[in-house]
């Protein structure tokens, strides 16, 4: 492979405390006992409108073939790393030959999802394909383009693919959210997404049903305005993508069962989540793997499934047998893991393209000795703010400028997880994550110096991210509606812990139902007949046009990424403690504008949002494991006008398809 292609720097794992050139690792807390079973379903639903929540549904259980890590009688392919990659030279802009336009045109894009054995970082597992890679390909097009992208789905349970952060405006229908508009593409079945770009910036689509996205099954969005390089303060001669995540070397299945299980929870505390082995670069990690040999083992009730691919709700039993909660074989075997390693031309500014595409930690990304300039946050172009290193909570998006004005050779890339977050370690965790950027001319081998991490400064800090101003300046209008949520996490009688928002907790509708087909069959006028059709769920219905001031409070003592599907929020208020003020003291000039938002522990946002976008909006934590215990809410727009939508043919075959599996 040419040095343009990036070659692959391998990196021995024989010391798995230290990082490059002896940088030492954090491993703190207890020791993660990590392979279990079986998806828990991630799909969305509805309930009750203006805020009244009703019963839960309980939470619905799922089932999977009893098969052990390694077994590949479900899976299609395994696969090397650089097959898994794929061509590198996608993640950089002028070797796509993307030409920027305002003529608007159609782009097609066929897609097939499978699984894989894989070995992102030193430990062989189950991951999710689109045609044969993870991270999957490019999705890039300009603004006003019509995109079609055809998907099939070649593995064993179902999938949807939500595309994060666009707008959807009059194709609800396409954002792809499972149990709320869509029921899922049936295993060896297909579905179309057919939408009109009315957003620009960076972003991505995953998977939005279970925690698919975990095993693989993302991938980076570009969408391009003709005047994005306008501002003299934007100008660069290049870009490249980078997708930051946390790694789990045990499947998503798994730690999904283990941390829904009655009493037990992940480590033996229930309520705690899983924590990453380590961080990825573009889909290359430097995690350990994690076998722990029998000796140690922890016995607990599991279902033997560690393969994770099937997934059929109505099935799932707590207790079908008993096992271990590690692999009984080492399937570690003599695996290595390596550095993601770019060469790029001196003297030249670079626009990198940020995306936290994670289940659980904050990421914290730098470049030794380059500054960062900040130019855009969530699709929204901000006024240049120069920082050191960025923090990106799970789904947050950047742009930055980076200069390469230093001598010429090699530096680090660092991917460093939010530790804070996490409640244990495992015995191998990697709390940092390496790239290795050459300036072109530098030796492929050179390795860069051992520095210091940087100090988290400037734009990267809880509370200096309010400082941005959004360079397309639009003031924020008053409100017309305001609905306070608090959410926390609650533990059952029988000992299992949900996330409410207002004492409601999300599940899914029953297989092959979705929440916009039972809209679409009614009228704002018949509310009644939402309520009681669409689940038990917060939901606020809106019956018009207005402008509507979400406040939300924390009763947690973590941190939660917020996302709004279909919608750009304001930020009108972010900062420590419950709000109980009222709209009167808010800044309407300019303020932030942004689709994703962390809640610090115990703190608060208010986000105002135009309700203009006719459908049912998912409000939710992006940790994947809050999702999967309930932390959603839902706004219904305009229901008169979903009741007007035409629901795609194959939409509505795969609901019915589902229905008769139990899909």
């Known amino acids: ?82 097959a898994l990659l794929g061509d590198l030279d996608r993640w950089q802009g002028s070797k796509r030959n993307f030409v920027i336009s305002s003529t608007p045109t159609t ?147 798994a730690l999904e069962w283990r941390f829904t299980a009655v009493g037990t929870g992940i480590d033996g505390q229930p309520g705690d989540e899983p924590s990453p082995d380590g961080g990825m670069i573009n889909g290359v990690s430097q995690s350990r793997c994690a076998y722990i040999p029998p000796s140690n083992l922890v016995i607990a009730e599991r279902r033997r499934d560690f393969d994770g691919m099937q997934n059929k709700v109505s099935q799932r039993k707590r207790s079908d047998t008993t096992g271990t909660l590690y692999p009984e074989t080492n399937y570690c075997g003599n695996l290595t893991t390596d550095y993601y390693n770019v060469t790029l031309v001196g003297n030249s500014t670079y626009r990198i393209r940020l995306i936290n595409a994670g289940t659980f930690t904050t990421t914290i990304f730098s470049i030794d000795n380059h500054n960062l300039t900040v130019i855009e946050a969530d699709g929204v172009s901000i006024e240049p703010y120069v920082a050191q290193s960025v923090e990106l909570a799970v789904a947050q998006r950047y742009s930055v400028l980076v200069k390469l004005d230093q001598k010429p050779g090699a530096y680090w890339i660092r991917n460093v997880l939010g530790t804070d977050q996490l409640r244990y370690t495992g015995p191998l965790f990697n709390e940092s994550t390496f790239g290795v950027l050459r300036y072109e001319g530098t030796d492929t081998a050179a390795i860069p110096a051992d520095l210091p991490a940087p100090v988290v400064a400037n734009g990267t800090q809880f509370g200096t991210m309010t400082k941005f101003v959004p360079a397309d300046k639009l003031d924020a209008p008053q409100p017309t509606n305001q609905q306070n949520v608090y959410f926390n996490m609650q533990y059952t009688a029988n000992n299992q812990h949900y996330m409410f928002f207002n004492s409601t907790s999300w599940t899914p509708l029953p297989p092959g139902q979705m929440a916009l087909s039972a809209i679409n069959t009614t009228t704002a006028s018949n509310t009644s007949f939402i309520a009681n059709n669409i689940g038990d769920q917060l939901n606020y219905i809106n019956p018009s046009y207005g402008v509507f001031d979400l406040v939300v409070n924390s009763q947690d003592d973590g941190d939660h990424p917020f996302h709004m599907h279909g919608h750009t929020f304001f930020v009108m208020s972010q900062g420590d403690g419950h709000f109980y003020g009222d709209s009167s003291s808010f800044n309407t000039t300019n303020p932030m504008r942004r689709d994703t938002i962390l809640i610090q522990s115990y703190g608060h946002v208010v986000l105002r949002i135009i309700m203009d976008n006719p459908g049912i909006w998912a409000f939710h934590c992006h940790i994947t494991w809050h999702m999967e215990i309930g932390l959603l809410l839902t706004l219904t727009n305009l229901p008169d006008k979903i009741a007007q939508f035409s629901l795609p043919d194959d939409l509505l075959a795969n609901c019915k398809v589902n229905a008769q599996n139990g899909w």
């Open 1 to 82: 492979m040419s040095e343009a292609r990036r070659q692959e720097e391998k990196v021995p794992i024989a010391n798995p405390g230290a990082g490059p050139k002896g940088e030492k690792k954090s491993s703190t807390g207890k020791i993660i006992a990590g392979v279990l079973a079986v998806i828990v379903v991630l799909g969305i639903a509805l309930g009750v409108g203006l805020g009244v929540g009703l019963k839960k549904h309980h939470h619905n259980d799922a089932t999977s073939s009893s098969l052990k890590p390694g077994n590949t009688s479900d899976i299609h392919n395994v696969v090397s790393r650089p």
């Open 107 to 253: 782009r097609t894009f066929n897609w097939t999802i499978d699984q894989a054995l894989a070995a992102p970082g030193a430990m062989q597992k189950p991951v999710i394909t689109i045609n044969g890679n993870s991270p999957g390909p490019v999705l890039e097009a300009n603004l006003g383009d019509r995109v079609i992208v055809n998907v099939y789905n070649n593995m064993t349970n179902e999938t949807s693919i939500h595309w994060h952060a666009l707008k959807q405006n009059g194709t609800n229908y396409y954002d792809g959210t499972y149990s709320i508009t869509q029921c899922g593409i049936p295993p060896k079945g297909h579905f179309t997404y057919n939408f009109t770009v009315q957003d620009v910036g960076t972003t991505w689509y995953h998977a939005h049903k279970a925690a698919q996205y975990t095993d693989g099954l993302i991938g980076p969005i570009i969408f391009h305005s003709p005047n994005e390089t306008a501002m003299t303060a934007n100008k660069y001669d290049d870009e490249y993508t980078f997708i930051l995540n946390d790694m789990y070397n045990t499947v998503s299945t």
